[in-house]
């Protein structure tokens, strides 16, 4: 047995010798290393923005109504929101435009002494709304008081496709990221090497504007609506790598 454990050695060395000689997979071969970098390194933050007109506006609107027990404050409200769901859908507000927030019931206490008492419960029901034609907009928050709304909060107007935009505000803050390199570049004696690594915030989006409510009137008037300018913005923060 001897003799054939020392023939079998040099067998055994060679194959392993032969396999480490084949070239390896793709998938187990090493990915090259990014370079260091070697140079000074300069960290901007900036922000581009791109302008739109809003072609949309959002508003909560719905019914709050009281009553001295809670299956009379819940139906007074459903029969209430129902005339205001018909009216929105009569303004040409489609289904997926109208979605329900909330429903709440709620007791009303009056406080005499340590004792709590119970004198009524309000009911409410609101829906977050999209209005696609702004220019009707003023015309629906009228047609909702007209038909029962007593709550309406917004609007708050944005734009619906924001893809151009944002990529204008991308583009604008690269601008301002290099620009901002070469000035501190060129009062340090260096120039601009590259970009070691580049990293995007989060876009500010156009705010509400404050909110109204109203109460119910004989006939409401449509309020004047100013939609104004949005402003799309991105941050980017860049890292350069300076060198002479």
Do not use: C, W
Request: charged share 20%; glycine share 10%.
């Amino acid at each position: 047995m001897e003799p054939s454990m020392k023939r079998s050695t040099p067998l055994l060395f060679a194959t392993l010798l032969a396999l480490g000689a084949l070239p390896m997979s793709p998938r187990a071969q090493t990915l090259p290393h990014a370079v260091a970098p070697d140079g000074t390194l300069l960290s901007v933050s900036a922000t581009g923005e791109a302008r739109r007109n809003p072609d949309i506006a959002t508003l909560s609107t719905g019914v709050v109504t009281r009553a001295a027990g809670a299956d009379a404050a819940m139906q007074a409200n459903a029969t209430q929101m129902e005339a205001v769901m018909a009216a929105l859908r009569g303004a040409g507000i489609a289904a997926r435009d109208i979605r329900t927030s909330g429903v709440n019931l709620y007791p009303q206490y009056r406080h005499e002494g340590d004792t709590p008492t119970i004198t009524g419960y309000q009911a409410s029901n609101t829906v977050d709304v999209t209005v696609r034609d702004i220019g009707s907009l003023g015309e629906v928050i009228g047609t909702l008081v007209d038909a029962g709304a007593n709550q309406v909060h917004g609007p708050s107007f944005d734009v619906d496709d924001k893809t151009g935009a944002l990529d204008e505000a991308r583009r604008d803050a690269v601008e301002q990221a290099r620009a901002r390199a070469a000035v501190y570049a060129d009062a340090l004696g260096l120039r601009v090497r590259r970009i070691v690594s580049l990293g995007e915030g989060g876009g500010r989006m156009p705010g509400p504007v404050p909110m109204m409510a109203m109460a119910r009137a004989e006939k409401a008037a449509s309020p004047p609506i100013s939609p104004g300018e949005s402003t799309l913005s991105v941050t980017l923060d860049v890292v350069f790598e300076l060198g002479r």
